[in-house]
């Protein structure tokens, strides 16, 4: 194969996948915006019964159980409203570093209390984009977590986040010692709703509003998972 026929075939995947997510992004908003409101009532009704202490102990930690599974309904509603978002980025010139630092302020602690050794390498000041704080926040943090859940049970949890820039591109590189992902999975990991994880562990979303956002960006997202194990997510975007 040429490299004008690669080219041909990635820009073809491309399409292919920004046709697909439209498509999902509506399927999901009136998914979410249904299901939002008796969603909400149930919520609110289960969490009154809880507190009411005329009911025996039993049915109000049965309602406090109900309350709980409302709320985990909920954050997947989010989700779903998250990936069908409209609302275009709200860009400005960024650092790559700050934005690195802003992330690890959110993420370090928790990536210590699950042991795992996170590198931050901070990136020279010619990285310098144009992107919206939080969403291109909520793309690092989603890609991080997943490490951090993809190393759960590795001998050795390692993950280092870096930056560099190319041209007149940035690109942004994370990297974990996980048991990776195989070959036949891979060209599925974006797609939405779809999940390498147990049933009850995620949407199937998070992967999807990253890629979302990033396109959104005028960037692309891609991964790499060598033989020998391991993930490398690779953000490339326009550089400021």
């Known amino acids: 194969m040429t490299e004008k026929d690669s080219d041909s075939r990635e820009l073809q995947r ?3 996948m920004t046709e697909k997510m439209a498509s999902a992004g509506i399927l999901a908003a009136g998914i979410a915006h249904e299901v939002n409101n008796p969603l909400t009532v149930v919520l609110g009704l289960s969490k009154l019964l809880a507190d009411d202490k005329r009911l025996p102990a039993d049915a109000r930690e049965m309602c ?3 309350a709980a599974n409302a709320e985990r309904a909920g954050k997947i509603t989010r989700s779903l409203l998250d ?3 409209e609302s275009k980025p709200m860009k400005r010139t960024l650092l790559v570093a700050d934005l690195f630092e802003r992330i690890e302020v959110l993420i370090g602690y928790e990536l210590k ?4 050794n996170y590198t931050f390498e901070k990136p020279n000041d010619d990285c310098v984009i144009n992107a919206d704080l939080e969403q291109m926040g ?7 977590i997943n490490a951090e859940h993809a190393m759960t049970d590795s001998p050795e949890k390692k ?3 870096g ?3 190319s041209g007149n591109r940035v690109i942004i590189s994370i990297a974990d010692t996980g048991p990776g992902i195989p070959a036949d999975k891979i060209e599925k990991i974006f797609e939405p709703f779809y999940t390498t ?8 979303l998070g992967l999807s509003i990253c890629y979302t956002i990033v396109e959104d960006h005028g960037g692309m997202i891609s991964i790499k998972s060598p033989v020998e194990g391991g993930a490398l997510f690779r953000i490339e975007l326009p550089a400021a």
């Open 163 to 165: 930056a560099e820039r």
């Open 197 to 204: 994880k147990p049933v009850g562990k995620g949407t199937g």
């Open 83 to 85: 990936f069908a978002r």
């Open 113 to 116: 209390s699950h042991l795992v």
């Open 138 to 144: 909520q793309v690092l943090l989603n890609l991080l």
């Open 159 to 161: 993950v280092r986040i």
């Open 14 to 16: 491309r399409f292919e």
């Open 64 to 66: 406090e159980r109900i």
